[in-house]
């Protein structure tokens, strides 16, 4: 059982005491953001589905000036159309070479981080927990101002306790099982601790629910060594069915956020728009199980959702259960957010609500 929460001031600017942090009111963060010019801005992870929402926004904005995008895997930044960006391979477990790629960085994006494949758990915790620190220890070294990180609503976990509406200031608390939700929660508290002693950086952190958009799947790798290039053929994009097949799905709630507006939300700070800290952020609507269900071409049979949660709580508690089926402890309770904070101090709207981001992540693209 998970012990009770402390509920404790951990929003906008308790993350950070940059120049901006918990002290700066709105005019200063706004006059931060508008005076920022010729920006350095160095991404990890930048032709992932979150760096396919933030990348094109860099290149047009003119108060960016160079881009830094660091990837293990290469790719020619002239074949997606970037030109301000400059391609380093490296790894994030490798402290040398994120020292050498932010060297000169202004503001360090940290969006590199395994979700799905077939790495081991050693593994998966190197480049994420790892990793990580090992970006925000180069990103200061390096003098950048900001750090910018791409959490999780994983982050607050699926406890019995938790509000139907989370903001902000409910903490974060481990997963039971699931090791996403886990390595989120401890990486926030991680974070929080290397901005306390490093009070010359800015930490940002983004709580995005289920993130749908064209790339939504794009390179991640679902089949093992040889076969990963099948399996990106395969499962590259989400499809509709191509017949309407009836489908029993619980009334579970949900929050969708188009990659744009992640990108959208990165942006703003990069900039400094706001106050340092953790900020919520979904497209507008809740939408259920059946709902997604029917966009995809099902006939949904709707049930209740409390009968599935229990189950998936239930089955989330089982001995030796692996690491894919952890995924189920997910869907045991929803977490709803609420996203004001990131509209009334980072200035960010979503342009697409939950159900269209939905719709565009299933339109069909000319090939």
Same mark, same amino acid.
Request: glycine share 12%.
């Given at each position: 059982?998970?012990?009770? +929460?402390?509920?404790?001031?951990?929003?906008?600017?308790?993350?950070?005491?940059?120049?901006?942090?918990?002290?700066a009111?709105?005019?200063?963060?706004?006059?931060?953001?508008?005076?920022?010019?010729?920006?350095?801005?160095?991404?990890?992870? +930048?032709?992932?589905?979150?760096?396919?929402g933030?990348?094109?926004?860099?290149?047009?904005?003119? #108060?960016?000036?160079?881009?830094?995008?660091?990837?293990?895997?290469?790719?020619?930044?002239?074949e997606?159309?970037?030109?301000?960006?400059?391609?380093?391979?490296?790894?994030?477990?490798?402290?040398?070479?994120?020292?050498?790629?932010?060297?000169?960085?202004?503001?360090?994006?940290?969006?590199?981080?395994?979700?799905?494949?077939?790495?081991?758990?050693?593994?998966?915790?190197?480049?994420?927990?790892?990793?990580?620190?090992?970006?925000?220890?180069?990103?200061?070294?390096?003098?950048? #101002? #900001?750090?910018?990180?791409?959490?999780?609503?994983?982050?607050?976990?699926?406890?019995?306790?938790?509000?139907?509406?989370?903001?902000?200031?409910?903490?974060?608390?481990?997963?039971?099982?699931?090791?996403?939700?886990?390595?989120?929660?401890?990486?926030?508290?991680?974070?929080?601790?290397?901005?306390?002693?490093?009070?010359?950086?800015?930490?940002?952190?983004?709580?995005?629910?289920?993130?749908?958009?064209?790339?939504?799947?794009?390179?991640k790798?679902?089949?093992?060594?040889?076969?990963?290039?099948?399996?990106?053929?395969l499962?590259?994009?989400?499809?509709?069915l191509?017949? +309407?097949? +009836?489908?029993?799905?619980?009334?579970?709630?949900?929050?969708?956020?188009?990659?744009?507006?992640?990108?959208?939300?990165?942006?703003?700070?990069?900039?400094?728009?706001?106050?340092?800290?953790?900020?919520?952020?979904?497209?507008?609507?809740?939408?259920?199980?059946?709902?997604?269900? #029917?966009?995809?071409?099902?006939?949904?049979?709707?049930?209740?959702?409390?009968?599935?949660e229990?189950?998936?709580?239930?089955?989330?508690?089982?001995?030796?259960?692996?690491?894919?089926?952890?995924?189920?402890?997910?869907?045991?309770?929803?977490?709803?957010?609420?996203?004001?904070?990131?509209?009334?101090?980072?200035?960010?709207?979503?342009r697409y609500t939950?159900?269209?981001?939905?719709?565009?992540?299933?339109?069909?693209?000319?090939?």
């Amino acid at each position: 059982m998970s012990p009770g +929460p402390q509920r404790g001031r951990r929003g906008a600017g308790a993350l950070g005491e940059g120049p901006r942090g918990a002290d700066a009111d709105e005019g200063a963060a706004a006059e931060g953001a508008a005076g920022d010019r010729g920006l350095t801005v160095a991404v990890t992870g +930048p032709t992932g589905t979150f760096g396919s929402g933030l990348i094109p926004l860099l290149e047009d904005d003119d #108060r960016i000036a160079r881009v830094i995008g660091m990837a293990r895997r290469p790719f020619d930044p002239a074949e997606r159309g970037w030109t301000k960006l400059e391609y380093r391979q490296g790894d994030v477990r490798d402290a040398d070479a994120l020292r050498e790629a932010f060297r000169g960085a202004d503001v360090v994006v940290h969006l590199a981080f395994l979700i799905t494949g077939n790495a081991s758990r050693q593994t998966t915790r190197e480049i994420n927990i790892d990793g990580t620190l090992n970006v925000f220890r180069a990103a200061a070294d390096a003098g950048a #101002r #900001r750090f910018v990180y791409a959490s999780s609503v994983a982050a607050y976990g699926w406890h019995a306790d938790n509000p139907e509406l989370i903001d902000e200031d409910w903490p974060v608390r481990p997963a039971a099982r699931l090791f996403y939700g886990q390595e989120k929660a401890e990486l926030e508290g991680l974070l929080e601790a290397e901005a306390r002693r490093r009070p010359d950086v800015a930490l940002y952190l983004l709580r995005p629910p289920v993130v749908v958009g064209p790339n939504v799947v794009g390179a991640k790798d679902v089949l093992p060594g040889p076969l990963a290039p099948l399996g990106r053929r395969l499962f590259g994009r989400p499809r509709r069915l191509p017949l +309407p097949v +009836p489908v029993l799905v619980p009334e579970y709630r949900l929050q969708l956020v188009h990659e744009e507006d992640v990108g959208r939300a990165l942006q703003l700070c990069v900039l400094g728009a706001g106050p340092p800290g953790a900020y919520n952020i979904a497209g507008e609507g809740v939408l259920t199980a059946g709902d997604v269900a #029917r966009e995809f071409g099902a006939l949904p049979i709707r049930l209740p959702a409390a009968p599935a949660e229990a189950a998936a709580k239930g089955l989330s508690r089982l001995p030796f259960l692996p690491p894919a089926a952890e995924w189920v402890e997910a869907v045991s309770r929803p977490s709803i957010m609420d996203t004001r904070r990131a509209r009334e101090q980072l200035g960010w709207h979503p342009r697409y609500t939950g159900l269209e981001a939905l719709r565009d992540t299933l339109r069909p693209r000319r090939t």
